[in-house]
């Protein structure tokens, strides 16, 4: 993507956070027609000393692990989407000054390129969807578990699904949150953003921006 180097996230910590936290990935790889993407849910794996990997599942239905398995040493592209929101020309302090301002947009970006590897093993299905589920059913009062379902219930379903590993061969990040602008500017668009309740953005534009409070 297009990468000016103040707008550029480099830290290992930062991007994985991002993912963690947005974990709906748009899958992209090459079909005989053209790109085809996906929204699927991931898991990240970070084990210290190797590449970060990527596990999900998919349907069988869906013709993407299809093409991803007849191309085995082609990268796929996953694009996780952080905290986005438009920019107003009304928060900057240069608007009162020179009226020479237009609108933009803030956003925080990960985008990951690797091989994908096709999984059809039912211990490996098993194990991705009750992590998958652990992470999104923690912290809740009712957590449900894969076990609260009949086993032949599951077990069905796992037949429609096939599992998906990519390892990361690359990992670029893109926060671009008004760093650029005016000192003044920066602080009128946190500003901004705190007056309409977009914590996180604000919380981006302070960090990212050196503003205080």
């Known amino acids: 993507m297009y990468q000016p180097p103040h707008f550029k996230e480099t830290r290992p910590e930062i991007l994985h956070g991002l993912i963690r936290a947005h974990p709906l990935g748009l899958l992209v790889c090459n079909g005989p027609q053209g790109p085809i993407a996906n929204p699927i849910p991931f898991l990240l794996d970070t084990p210290e000393g190797q590449p970060a990997v990527l596990r999900a599942h998919l349907s069988k239905a869906n013709p993407a692990w299809r093409v991803m398995g007849e191309q085995p040493d082609t990268p796929v592209l996953v694009v996780f989407q952080g905290p986005q929101a438009y920019v107003t020309p009304s928060w900057y302090e240069t608007k009162k000054q020179t009226g020479k301002v237009v609108p933009t947009w803030n956003y925080a970006i990960v985008q990951v390129r690797g091989p994908a590897e096709i999984i059809d093993d039912r211990d490996w299905l098993r194990a991705q969807i009750e992590a998958l589920t652990g992470r999104h059913e923690s912290g809740r009062a009712a957590a449900w578990?894969?076990?609260?379902?009949?086993?032949?219930?599951?077990?069905?379903?796992?037949?429609?699904?096939?599992?998906?590993?990519?390892?990361?061969?690359?990992?670029?990040?893109?926060?671009?949150?008004?760093?650029?602008?005016?000192?003044?500017?920066?602080?009128?668009?946190?500003?901004?953003?705190?007056?309409?309740?977009?914590?996180?953005?604000?919380?981006?534009?302070?960090?990212?921006?050196?503003?205080?409070?």
């Open 145 to 213: 578990q894969v076990g609260d379902a009949p086993e032949n219930f599951i077990e069905a379903q796992m037949k429609g699904i096939i599992g998906l590993r990519i390892k990361v061969e690359a990992i670029e990040g893109k926060w671009k949150v008004s760093q650029n602008r005016p000192v003044e500017d920066r602080a009128g668009v946190a500003k901004g953003y705190r007056d309409e309740r977009n914590d996180a953005m604000a919380g981006l534009v302070r960090d990212y921006g050196g503003i205080e409070g």
